[in-house]
């Protein structure tokens, strides 16, 4: 009886651990209007069981600031002047071209390998075309 017990709350204690590393926010709603000269670049965050506990930060390498912060489930968005930028995390890294009155998406994903980087994850970025993102991102909130 005892260890019924110890599983039970073992078991709500991880699916309130798996909750408090989740997004919180504001359910995405839509896609923002761009100024004039910049462009508008949408980081999002499948929610996944896979690195969950991981709160990913996203670096402007080539400003070499904090663009911001993403946890399972979530998004955020951020105006970009036109041009190359060089955006990445702690292990990875891509160019993109920003175009002005334009928005773009990338998504940021974990992957976990057990047996070469057990220590590190792998923290992906991928640029998704935007009829992926339209489809993807709804089910995100917003990182707060």
């Given at each position: 009886?005892?260890?019924?017990?110890?599983?039970?709350?073992?078991?709500?204690?991880?699916?309130?651990?798996?909750?408090?590393?989740?997004?919180?926010?504001?359910?995405?709603?839509?896609?923002?209007?761009?100024?004039?000269?910049?462009?508008?670049?949408?980081?999002?965050?499948?929610?996944?069981?896979?690195?969950?506990?991981?709160?990913?930060?996203?670096?402007?390498?080539?400003?070499?600031?904090?663009?911001?912060?993403?946890?399972?489930?979530?998004?955020?968005?951020?105006?970009?002047?036109?041009?190359?930028?060089?955006?990445?995390?702690?292990?990875?890294?891509?160019?993109?071209?920003?175009?002005?009155?334009?928005?773009?998406?990338?998504?940021?994903?974990?992957?976990?390998d057990l047996i070469l980087r057990p220590?590190?994850?792998?923290?992906?970025?991928?640029?998704?075309?935007?009829?992926?993102?339209?489809?993807?991102?709804?089910?995100?909130?917003?990182?707060?």
């Open positions: 009886m005892k260890k019924i017990i110890f599983m039970i709350f073992l078991g709500l204690g991880v699916l309130l651990g798996i909750n408090g590393c989740s997004a919180k926010g504001k359910p995405f709603v839509k896609f923002k209007k761009t100024k004039k000269d910049m462009g508008i670049v949408y980081f999002y965050r499948p929610s996944n069981i896979k690195g969950y506990l991981i709160n990913y930060p996203i670096f402007d390498k080539k400003m070499n600031k904090i663009l911001g912060n993403l946890k399972n489930g979530s998004y955020f968005s951020i105006e970009m002047k036109e041009g190359i930028h060089k955006i990445g995390t702690y292990t990875n890294s891509i160019e993109i071209e920003i175009k002005k009155n334009s928005f773009m998406c990338i998504r940021i994903y974990a992957d976990i220590y590190v994850p792998y923290i992906g970025l991928h640029k998704v075309s935007n009829n992926i993102c339209k489809a993807e991102i709804i089910e995100t909130r917003k990182n707060e």
